[in-house]
């Protein structure tokens, strides 16, 4: 099961410090979102491919011609949070304001409900699961903001490599993480953004074609052809947000001759939840 997914951001909601949680900055600065976003709702027509988009608040908000044409075109929208703030800066109730506020828009503008979840850069975990209640109040189903291998708890669980339930006190969410590498204690998560774009198309064969599962991501950035003109020239920006990024779309056509892609709606009702592991917080 190989699932799309895509976080509907601008190339300025990143977390370098000129411009994370700057909103007051955001407004002034040009846009490319429409452009990419739209090169690749091109692409997933030409290749009858559905996926998720996990929008951003703020941008579904001055984008809504595009969130309605996504929904219309059968792709489910999902919500990313509304400002792009980690879960680790929020306090519950800021969480709480900021998720209904994502919720409110994006619901309004296609007129169905949102059920689906990514926090701002996978920032769910360990000391940050508070969240998962207050996004089951809210009426998210689906999450998809862990990292495979990642310690999920004091007890020294981790987090699998497969779609697996969160549930507590009165909640359950179906969880679909990310599967990586292991790489310097960290991860190497070759099916999305930055990684997918420096990986080469023999390594990301050989890893994904028989992968059981995999969760793919990717944000507008990924797709830009060049021929909008970002702001910020720092080299380390460039090389981060620009590299390998003309050539995202052919690898993802040379994979789809093999793979099967479907969102997160398609994968949720293919798996049989009664028999996935289930984590209790």
């Known amino acids: 099961m190989h699932i799309m997914t895509v976080d509907v951001e601008d190339w300025f909601h990143t977390f370098d410090s000129r411009y994370y949680n700057r909103s007051d900055k955001w407004r002034s600065l040009p846009s490319t ?17 559905k996926a998720t988009f996990f929008w951003l608040g703020w941008s579904a908000k001055r984008h809504q011609r ?8 059968g792709h489910e929208i999902g919500a990313h949070s509304y400002h792009h703030i980690k879960l680790s800066d929020l ?12 919720l409110n828009i994006l619901e309004d503008v296609t007129g169905k409900p949102v059920t689906s979840y990514r926090a701002p850069g996978f920032s769910a ?26 310690r999920l708890n004091l007890n020294h669980s981790v987090v699998p490599s497969e779609p697996f339930v969160v549930s507590g006190g009165g909640f359950r969410i179906k969880e679909f993480p990310v599967v990586g590498i292991p ?15 420096i990986s080469s198309l023999h390594l990301i064969k050989k890893r994904l074609l028989h992968a059981p599962y995999m969760m793919y991501y990717f944000h507008p950035r990924d797709f830009d052809d060049g021929k909008v003109k970002k702001t910020d020239e720092r080299l380390f920006f460039r090389l981060r947000y620009k590299v390998g990024t003309k050539k995202t779309l052919h690898k993802l056509a040379t994979l789809n001759q093999k793979i099967d892609f479907v969102d997160l709606e398609t994968a949720d009702a293919k798996i049989q939840w009664k028999k996935v592991k289930q984590f209790r917080l």
């Not at 595009?66 to 075109?73: D, F, G, H, I, Q």
């Not at 996004?135 to 689906?142: A, C, F, N, R, V």
């Not at 790489?183 to 774009?197: A, D, I, Q, V």
């Open 66 to 73: 595009l969130v309605r044409k996504l929904s219309e075109a």
């Open 183 to 197: 790489l310097f204690g960290g991860s190497f998560n070759y099916s999305g953004s930055g990684y997918f774009r």
């Open 33 to 49: 979102l429409e452009r990419n976003v739209e090169r690749w709702s091109d692409f997933l027509s030409e290749h009858q491919i």
């Open 125 to 150: 975990g360990k000391d940050t699961l508070w969240a998962f209640e207050i996004l089951s109040e809210l009426g998210i189903q689906k999450d998809s903001s862990l990292f495979a291998g990642r």
């Open 91 to 102: 306090k519950p109730d800021d969480f709480r304001r900021d998720t209904r506020q994502a």
